[in-house]
């Protein structure tokens, strides 16, 4: 498949890189990683999604996006995603969400509902709202972000799958990359956030996608999203935790692609 990484200079202000793959006559799909990732967090995914143009950018504060004091408000960040289809020229996309970035995925479709032909939302919460059991770790958090700590963090997500040893150094990367401030205040803006099935609607036909043995996201939530979003479909992967993308690419893969080929 082609590929290349463009730089993006967004309206909001930032730039950010976006990796393009596939053919680009093809449908777009937008990735949106998670709190703490980057767009490399989809490596294992990618070469799966063949019959799509691939967007998969760093979001603001995390991989090689700029990463300024401000703007971490959900509705930031949905404005982000909707400022990279624009500079790609992408008027209207399928978007693919995993854990947090699921939740700006549902953001986006509600404040830009046009741009969203369809949702698949990977290990992703309703509601985000409360104060987070890592929170005071982040809130403690000083420049440079050490590299035992991000570690350390990957142990809030228990792993039931074997995960390649490089996958999880490259997320490593991608914590020790971010400084204190984006950490902290994307966790803010996440939590102090109305939920965007509380804000509006999503007409958007969406593919809920959760791990039956998620400790972060409880099988009510999943419940109260489908009760929002009229005619989503649920599939729950037994014996899997909240991180379903690291988990379980190729399933994640296969019921992405023939619930997107049956829209496009």
């Not at 969203?116 to 985000?128: F, R």
Request: glycine share 12%; with cysteine.
């Amino acid at each position: 498949m082609e590929s290349a990484v463009r730089r993006l200079e967004l309206g909001t202000g930032i730039t950010v890189p976006c990796l393009e793959v596939g053919d680009p006559g093809a449908p777009p799909l937008l990735l949106l990683h998670a709190w703490g990732e980057s767009g490399r967090s989809f490596d294992r995914l990618v070469p799966l999604l063949r019959g799509f143009r691939i967007l998969a950018p760093d979001l603001r504060g995390q991989g090689g996006a700029d990463k300024p004091d401000g703007g971490y408000s959900l509705a930031g960040q949905a404005e982000d995603a909707a400022a990279i289809l624009s500079a790609l020229g992408v008027p209207r996309a399928f978007v693919l969400g995993s854990s947090s970035g699921g939740y700006v995925a549902q953001q986006l479709a509600v404040m830009h509902p046009g741009m969203v032909a369809g949702l698949v939302l990977v290990g992703a919460p309703q509601t985000l709202n409360g104060r987070p059991g890592m929170a005071a770790e982040v809130e403690a958090l000083a420049d440079p972000i050490s590299e035992d700590w991000v570690r350390a963090s990957l142990a809030w997500f228990p792993l039931l799958h074997h995960i390649p040893q490089w996958f999880l150094e490259d997320r490593v990367r991608d914590g020790t990359a971010m400084p204190a401030h984006a950490w902290k205040n994307i966790m803010a803006g996440l939590c102090a956030a109305i939920p965007p099935t509380e804000a509006g609607s999503i007409g958007a036909p969406t593919l809920v996608l959760w791990g039956g043995a998620d400790n972060v996201l409880p099988r009510s939530q999943q419940d109260a999203l489908l009760e929002k979003l009229d005619g989503a479909v649920l599939k729950v992967y037994d014996g899997v935790g909240h991180l379903v993308l690291w988990e379980c690419p190729d399933r994640v893969a296969a019921d992405t692609v023939a619930f997107l080929r049956a829209l496009a």
